[in-house]
């Protein structure tokens, strides 16, 4: 009776999947093979199309630009995310749980976000010119080379959460081993300890390059003061600017969803490949050594200008900004205001109905997107259903793909005529975002709940059965509370989320209907520095402050329970 039920869950799960994401990236390439299909005509697509890449200049410069930003970042990121990471999980030095602490925040918060900071601190008349004389700073970010480092700066999290899960147990045997046949501690570590990491480092590697080569959010701040296309931003360009090209949208999505292919293929045959079965009985949890004198207070002077660079330059920026009248004039007393802060209160400011719509489409995703991830996990972790492994895959291409060919996606199949019959023509509405914010939301649940569900025994569901529990009885009434913590961290991590989706909601958000992160965009682009700062820190703070004061409530009445 389990494996019916289940396989029902799995059918109702793949159905939605199909639809929320396997069906919009479908359309993309079908758009690309036969364009006009999703107008009402239907012609064959010229090939030669794919080809022109190569030939006008802003495809190839979008392609190249998004290439050297992928690449570059994927090494750099990698290489301080290892180190920091292996830094980490060997030495115990003061400020350590910041570091985590850090590392999480970079990996919830919006890429935006982060880059409108760098930006209002590198500019000409930004903070590192006004505040420290440092006019240098400017031409230095604002080049290919400055750029990665600020996206390594923000993508690293993803190689050092990849490694760092990987050390968190170890055998000492193979190391005593390698010393007893008379290695040194370097050539142990380049010989036992560095090959056993290789597969963890890889995958990193491979995440940071797809979550950099699909992001919409640095190459959108620093369009308002550097010209760096790339093809999100060159996708996003063709549907916003007169006359609209899909066929251009397209070619350059479909581009970009070969690279993220070919990345995630990587991926997956360094896993195949690279497995060490290494770990056994004698295996024990890695517990950080305490470090000599000197390296401890190196490693904690080197944490501390760490976590200044990456999380007290960009936030800080931008609490600073909210405050001043007058960029330029510095941070002196008189230049000091509340104004812009009172400004998101005045009338006709898009702050407060624009938070109020984005709280209402986070909400309904994370309460949708929470019932749909718990079955997937559950089909994932108990069941024999044929095609779990098809939902695997299409909860890692939601989770991979870029959220501007999603929205592309979205428009070529909701926008059809014949769905107005059916009161489901959504392109134009604000359903539209709440169906592309449970597609985003889907795949953080799942991993998270997945991982959960991988410690709760199946003989206990087995047990319920055979007393006569259905399906849905045995995931209420026994899963359900014993996976609760991580349904509320699950669930809150998606809400987060998707309050800040610029990706999504630029492509798609409504005539009239402006939510909180395109209101901050568009204040940023018309160089209101000032009220989009102010917009930033008291919008992102209020999010934060709901999310702390639902899990302290949630947790709680988990506690009673």
Not at 184 to 202: C, D, E, N
Not at 543 to 559: D, G
């Amino acid at each position: 009776m389990l494996r019916l039920n289940a396989n029902k869950l799995g059918w109702i799960v793949t159905i939605v999947l199909a639809v929320l994401v396997l069906f919009p990236l479908a359309a993309v390439i079908i758009q690309v093979l036969l364009p006009g299909i999703f107008f009402g005509s239907l012609n064959f697509g010229d090939i030669g199309l794919l080809l022109e890449l190569f030939e006008r200049p802003l495809w190839r410069k979008s392609l190249e630009n998004s290439l050297i930003l992928g690449l570059g970042t994927a090494v750099l990121g990698t290489l301080l995310g290892t180190v920091l990471a292996m830094a980490r999980m060997q030495w115990k030095f003061p400020g350590a749980r910041w570091l985590d602490a850090a590392v999480w925040v970079l990996f919830i918060m919006p890429s935006f976000i982060l880059a409108q900071g760098w930006i209002m601190f590198s500019t000409g008349n930004g903070l590192a010119a006004s505040l420290f004389g440092w006019h240098w700073v400017t031409a230095a970010v604002f080049q290919p080379a400055g750029l990665i480092v600020i996206m390594t700066l923000s993508k690293f999290p993803l190689a050092y959460l990849s490694v760092k899960a990987a050390m968190e147990w170890k055998v000492e045997m193979l190391s005593d081993a390698a010393r007893l046949c008379g290695a040194g501690p370097f050539k142990v570590w380049r010989t036992v300890q560095a090959p056993l990491l290789l597969p963890a480092i890889l995958s990193g590697m491979a995440l940071v390059f797809m979550d950099t080569i699909g992001d919409f959010g640095l190459p959108s701040a620093v369009a308002a003061v550097y010209r760096f296309p790339t093809l999100p931003y060159s996708i996003y360009s063709a549907i916003y600017t007169s006359p609209i090209r899909f066929d251009m949208a397209g070619v350059l999505s479909l581009y970009l969803v070969a690279l993220i292919a070919v990345a995630m293929l990587l991926q997956f045959w360094v896993l195949r490949r690279s497995r060490y079965d290494v770990l056994s009985g004698r295996a024990v949890p890695s517990v950080p050594k305490p470090a000599g004198r000197r390296m401890t207070w190196a490693l904690a002077i080197g944490n501390a200008l760490l976590l200044f660079v990456v999380i007290g330059i960009p936030i800080g920026s931008s609490i600073v900004t909210s405050l001043l009248k007058i960029q330029t004039n510095g941070l002196t007393a008189s230049n000091l205001t509340l104004q812009n802060y009172a400004s998101l209160l005045s009338e006709g400011s898009s702050l407060l109905p624009g938070l109020g719509r984005s709280l209402l489409i986070a909400g309904s995703a994370a309460v949708i997107g929470l019932v749909v991830g718990l079955g997937a996990s559950f089909v994932l972790s108990y069941s024999r259903f044929r095609f779990k492994r098809g939902i695997e895959t299409a909860s890692l291409i939601s989770f991979a793909v870029p959220g501007v060919v999603l929205g592309i996606g979205y428009i070529f199949v909701w926008n059809q005529p014949w769905l107005e019959s059916l009161g489901i023509r959504l392109y134009g509405k604000p359903g539209i975002l709440v169906l592309a914010a449970i597609a985003g939301a889907i795949p953080v649940i799942t991993r998270v709940m997945t991982g959960a569900m991988a410690k709760v025994p199946e003989s206990l569901l087995d047990a319920a059965q055979m007393q006569g529990g259905s399906l849905i009885s045995r995931i209420r009434h026994i899963l359900a509370p014993l996976v609760r913590g991580a349904l509320i961290s699950a669930g809150l991590a998606a809400f987060g989320a998707c309050v800040f989706d610029l990706a999504v909601n630029s492509i798609l958000f409504p005539p009239n209907f402006e939510t909180l992160p395109v209101a901050i965009d568009d204040a940023f682009e018309d160089l209101r520095f000032g009220y989009a700062s102010a917009a930033t820190v008291a919008g992102g703070g209020l999010v934060v402050c709901i999310i702390m004061i639902l899990e302290r409530l949630l947790r709680r009445k988990e506690a009673s329970a």
